[in-house]
């Protein structure tokens, strides 16, 4: 096994000093020729020359890590999520480490510890359900904390630090409307969790659109699935069994568990029923390619929370204050649009 090249192996492959060698690599201004930097440049890539990032960190004070915590990896939204966050941040030499809280607050309370001990630069925080609920504990957390967090995708009531999410009780209004406009009266809901804030609010944004137009939900037709492909499997029967005409599933997990009992009890959807899903993020696996369903655009989620992060990384370097990400907090809230498929007809 050959060792690690060093910045004085490609200062003796160049005749030059490990300085000049060092600057050049790292972009910075020297007085050397623009033949001669391109030398150094050519031969390090030659040599295999990889940074050592141990070293430079503690040179530069920075980690050039970045952390995210998501509630639950199995989720294709947060997988797909995880992606986007991970490219924006290569874009600046980043890497990023992805954890799952399983979206336990106790968890959650651990890992954002181990993150602090491992001196990561910092932290996308898509915080567990019951810390949206009260965030006192998880605030108090943060501000402990000696790196940049943005609240990623989940959003809490207080605005105490940088956020960025969808408007969940707009996306829940889309698809109401649909229905609406497609004449359906009788209709169904399987929502996520009872203590999710995304999905109350996805559900909310249904119901009261819903209610504008003088349609309730009957309480049996009121699911939960907990996000899951089986949640909306199993709810299936009671929805089928009931005669309604359309059903909104708050993920297209869900809808995709609920289309799958359809399937098995020759029922088809839309001609038997109709079926709107959430997120967006099966149709570019190649996976129920014909849901209608809502979309949050991820990659703009991923941009305006690396947007944050670059911005109040920059502050913490220029010492303004000892935890300026703390300061002065923005949200960006992105607007949901609907993707128009062939799971909902009209009904007469």
């Known amino acids: 096994m050959s060792n690690r090249t060093t910045l004085r192996d490609v200062a003796k492959a160049t005749g030059v000093s490990i300085t000049t060698v060092s600057l050049v690599l790292n972009n910075h201004p020297t007085r050397v020729s623009e033949e001669k930097r391109e030398l150094i440049k050519r031969k390090a890539s030659e040599l295999n020359y990889v940074p050592n990032q141990t070293a430079r960190s503690l040179v530069t004070k920075r980690s050039m890590l970045l952390a995210l915590l998501v509630p639950d990896i199995e989720n294709l939204f947060f997988a797909s999520l995880a992606k986007e966050i991970e490219d924006e941040c290569s874009t600046d030499g980043y890497s990023l480490i992805i954890a799952n809280s399983n979206d336990s607050k106790n968890t959650e309370r651990q890992l954002l510890q181990q993150f602090e001990a491992r001196n990561i630069d910092g932290l996308f925080l898509i915080p567990s359900s019951e810390s949206t609920k009260d965030s006192t504990d998880l605030r108090s957390e943060v501000a402990q904390m000696s790196c940049p967090v943005v609240l990623t995708d989940r959003l809490v009531r207080e605005q105490w630090c940088d956020a960025a999410g969808s408007d969940n009780y707009q996306g829940g209004q889309l698809a109401a409307r649909l229905f609406v406009e497609a004449g359906h009266t009788h209709i ?128 913490k370097a220029s010492k303004l204050s000892p935890a300026p990400w703390l300061n002065d907090p923005q949200t960006s809230l992105l607007k949901p649009k609907m993707i128009i498929k062939g799971s909902v007809r009209t009904v007469k």
């Not at 909310?204 to 996000?227: M, R, S, W």
């Not at 570019?284 to 992060?309: E, V």
């Open 188 to 315: 169904a809901c399987i929502s996520g969790r009872h203590d999710n804030g995304n999905a109350e609010a996805r559900k909310a944004g249904f119901v009261d659109e819903l209610g504008k137009n003088h349609i309730t939900i009957d309480p049996q037709l009121d699911c939960y699935g907990a996000y899951r492909f089986d949640g909306g499997y199993q709810t299936a029967d009671r929805i089928l069994d009931s005669g309604a005409t359309a059903v909104f599933c708050c993920n297209d997990l869900m809808a995709l568990g609920f289309s799958k009992r359809a399937e098995e009890r020759n029922l088809s959807i839309p001609e038997d029923i109709s079926l709107i899903g959430y997120d967006n993020v099966l149709n570019s696996l190649g996976i129920a390619s014909n849901l209608t369903t809502i979309d949050q655009d991820i990659p703009q989620l991923a941009k305006s929370c690396h947007a944050y992060m670059m911005n109040r990384i920059k502050q």
